[in-house]
């Protein structure tokens, strides 16, 4: 297993986890981890499946730092399956959506730790992270009801779920936008509920100092250009219920 650091300025690091879901039926998924100071947290740590190896990845990452905070961008189980496994194990509080939380409990969530598992108002919210501060941003319907993003500013990196998520590219990083094209169009298409919330997702996202945007599947757009580029496209983009006619069109 391998990760990649995407910023590190000696006191602040931002690591990417990003073949810890690969092989057999399930998605891939990237796993994040930030560590500020002697403060630590995760983002989007996963299922059941890789709990264990993203546990001890995290534990070996963080060295002295504590994992103070879990971030969950909204309630699908490549996300939050093993939630109750992070809690049981950890003295972190876990962030999600206040609409997943009662849903959420559904996979198993002890009764001893979910005093821990916090609801994130709509608008989002600040998460102190040792010397830093995160920003909690709303992308609601992108694709869940209730979906959140999270922003760095001291590495300015926006960590975006399930938006930019691209299926099938075996690289890290998105050098040529056409041709990552063929890997994210049709996710998008089918998984973003419509072009109204994209365009209300990009107002947000320009307003931000933005270097990499990082995905939870596929590669990360780095670069101003690069985002700009990402950014236009979701912006433009018809998906979900503007094309929800095509989603039942039958063959033949």
């Known amino acids: 297993m391998s990760h990649v650091v995407l910023f590190d300025n000696g006191t602040h690091k931002n690591i990417l986890l990003d073949d810890y879901g690969t092989g057999g039926l399930a998605v891939q998924a990237n796993q994040h981890v930030i560590v500020d100071g002697a403060?630590?947290?995760i983002l989007d740590?996963?299922?059941?499946?890789i709990y264990s190896k993203v546990l001890a990845a995290t534990s070996g990452l963080l060295g002295r730092a504590k994992l103070e905070?879990?971030?969950?961008?909204?309630?699908?189980?490549?996300?939050?399956?093993?939630?109750n496994g992070w809690l049981m194990t950890t003295d972190a509080t876990a962030y999600l959506s206040a609409l997943w939380i009662r849903f959420v409990a559904h996979f198993g969530?002890?009764?001893?730790?979910?005093?821990?598992?916090?609801p994130?108002?709509?608008?989002?919210?600040?998460?102190?992270?040792?010397?830093?501060?995160?920003?909690?941003?709303?992308a609601h319907f992108l694709h869940s009801p209730g979906n959140f993003q999270l922003y760095d500013p001291v590495s300015k990196i926006l960590y975006s779920g399930d938006l930019g998520a691209a299926v099938g590219p075996e690289y890290r990083e998105v050098t040529d936008f056409d041709a990552h094209l063929q890997h994210m169009a049709g996710f998008h298409r089918r998984y973003m509920a419509g072009n109204r919330a994209l365009r209300a997702w990009a107002k947000i996202?320009?307003?931000?100092?933005?270097?990499?945007?990082?995905?939870?599947?596929?590669?990360?757009?780095k670069g101003r250009p690069m985002v700009e580029r990402f950014i236009?496209?979701?912006?433009?983009?018809?998906?979900?219920?503007?094309?929800?006619?095509s989603f039942y069109a039958r063959e033949g």
């Open 39 to 41: 403060s630590g947290m």
């Open 45 to 49: 740590p996963g299922g059941h499946k």
């Open 69 to 83: 905070s879990i971030f969950l961008s909204h309630q699908d189980p490549d996300i939050v399956a093993a939630v």
């Open 109 to 118: 969530i002890d009764r001893l730790v979910e005093s821990r598992l916090l």
């Open 120 to 138: 994130i108002p709509d608008p989002g919210m600040l998460l102190p992270l040792g010397a830093a501060t995160m920003q909690i941003i709303p």
């Open 205 to 221: 996202a320009r307003s931000l100092d933005i270097e990499i945007i990082a995905p939870q599947h596929g590669a990360v757009f």
């Open 232 to 245: 236009s496209w979701c912006e433009g983009l018809e998906c979900g219920v503007d094309v929800v006619e």
